[in-house]
């Protein structure tokens, strides 16, 4: 088991009348490996729960682990430093800093967990070119296609070996061949390094391909 949650709720508003129960008793286990969508349509509480799953809110009851830690106690710096640590993510605006490179914003996750700079070298390389893009290491983002840039997000979010990569709506911007590429290359990295990928997304072509699909509506796993 890689990440647990019980009896999870979110609820937004302070009084009655203005109150919105996002998330309601959710239960959910994530094993290592997994592969998994979570999918349902607007305001059924899919961007809640890897909200929560991110650590970026806490749940108003209920429990989280990873790898058996509460982080739902953690402090605020506490749950940054973990998402450094165990988690990557990937956009569906890729969310790539326009002045610097593809290199450069591969390294940026090495950086923040205070590496040297030799190491941050190595590793933002081997990224870039796992996923087939180390041709474009000096480009800057306004210089590659969609496909290119989300390449660049994948490798920024796996450069760091994490447990857990949290994807919304990674293929959505993307042409059918260069989304099958991107769903193939996710499949490569999950099955070779046990890399497990939560995906939040309305897209068929890659529900097609998960091994897992957790359906929500209306703040409930149905």
């Given at each position: 088991m890689?990440?647990?949650?019980k009896n999870v709720s979110?609820?937004?508003?302070?009084t009655q009348?203005?109150?919105?129960?996002?998330l309601?008793?959710?239960?959910?286990?994530?094993?290592?490996?997994?592969?998994?969508?979570i999918?349902?349509?607007?305001?059924?509480?899919?961007?809640?729960?890897?909200n929560?799953l991110?650590?970026?809110?806490?749940?108003?009851?209920g429990?989280?682990?990873?790898?058996?830690?509460?982080?739902d106690?953690?402090?605020?710096e506490?749950?940054?430093e973990h998402r450094?640590t165990?988690m990557?993510?990937?956009?569906q605006d890729?969310?790539l800093?326009?002045?610097?490179?593809?290199?450069?914003?591969?390294?940026l996750?090495?950086q923040?967990k205070?590496?040297?700079?030799?190491?941050i070298?190595?590793?933002?390389?081997?990224?870039?070119?796992?996923?087939g893009?180390?041709?474009?290491?000096?480009?800057?983002?306004?210089?590659?296609?969609?496909?290119q840039?989300?390449?660049?997000s994948?490798a920024?979010?796996?450069?760091?070996?994490p447990s857990?990569?949290?994807?919304?709506?990674?293929?959505?911007n993307?042409?059918s061949?260069?989304?099958?590429?991107?769903?193939?290359?996710?499949?490569?990295?999950?099955?070779k390094h046990q890399?497990?990928?939560?995906?939040?997304?309305?897209?068929?072509?890659?529900?097609?391909?998960v091994k897992?699909?957790?359906?929500?509506q209306d703040g409930v796993i149905?």
């Open positions: 890689l990440v647990d949650l979110k609820v937004y508003g302070e009348e203005t109150q919105t129960h996002a309601k008793t959710v239960n959910l286990t994530i094993n290592k490996g997994d592969f998994m969508a999918i349902g349509p607007s305001g059924s509480g899919k961007t809640t729960l890897l929560c991110a650590g970026l809110i806490t749940p108003t009851t429990e989280i682990l990873f790898k058996d830690k509460r982080i106690q953690l402090s605020l506490e749950r940054t450094l165990n990557g993510f990937v956009f890729y969310q800093l326009p002045v610097l490179t593809a290199k450069e914003n591969v390294e996750p090495l923040l205070g590496m040297d700079q030799k190491t070298n190595e590793l933002s390389l081997k990224a870039l070119d796992e996923v893009i180390l041709h474009l290491k000096d480009r800057f983002p306004k210089e590659m296609s969609g496909g840039q989300q390449r660049v994948i920024r979010s796996v450069v760091s070996r857990l990569v949290l994807a919304d709506e990674p293929t959505a993307l042409d061949k260069t989304a099958q590429e991107v769903i193939d290359l996710f499949l490569s990295l999950n099955e890399i497990t990928f939560i995906f939040s997304t309305h897209d068929q072509r890659l529900m097609d391909h897992k699909i957790v359906k929500m149905l």
